[in-house]
């Protein structure tokens, strides 16, 4: 089973963009879809993207699509999320999660979800 480490929270004015990245120990990486979540304060946690074993297929929650950007490099065991034009609403702890099932699995739904991260925090000023 992996881990997962994140990076690359911090604060930011509201218009500007951030890139958080996952670090995934093991030598399965490319086995897992991966997603990323969020949880703001006083809130649920709630999806915000995935992505496939292959990078073939990507989603979003409809609140960032447009403004983020999930990818990945299994050559370096790591997954992205390049965040642009960012919100005040954006401010939450994201973290990324992973599972080896389909990637369509884990869209809103955390019980196919296997292994979790720490969270990163990022906090969006108005």
């Known amino acids: 089973q992996v881990q997962l480490v994140e990076s690359g929270g911090g604060l930011v004015q509201s218009g500007g963009s951030l890139r958080l990245s996952c670090a995934a120990s093991g030598r399965t990486f490319s086995r897992y879809a991966m997603g990323w979540f969020r949880q703001a304060p006083g809130k649920e946690r709630e999806f915000v993207a995935t992505i496939s074993q292959n990078d073939a297929r990507t989603y979003y929650a409809d609140s960032v699509k447009g403004r983020f950007t999930i990818s990945r490099d299994n050559a370096k065991n790591t997954v992205y999320l390049q965040m642009n034009s960012l919100k005040p609403e954006d401010t939450a702890v994201y973290y990324c999660?992973?599972?080896?099932?389909?990637?369509?699995?884990?869209?809103?739904?955390?019980?196919?979800?296997?292994?979790w991260g720490q969270g990163t925090l990022v906090t969006v000023s108005s």
């Open positions: 999660a992973a599972t080896t099932s389909a990637v369509e699995r884990i869209i809103g739904n955390y019980r196919y979800l296997e292994v």
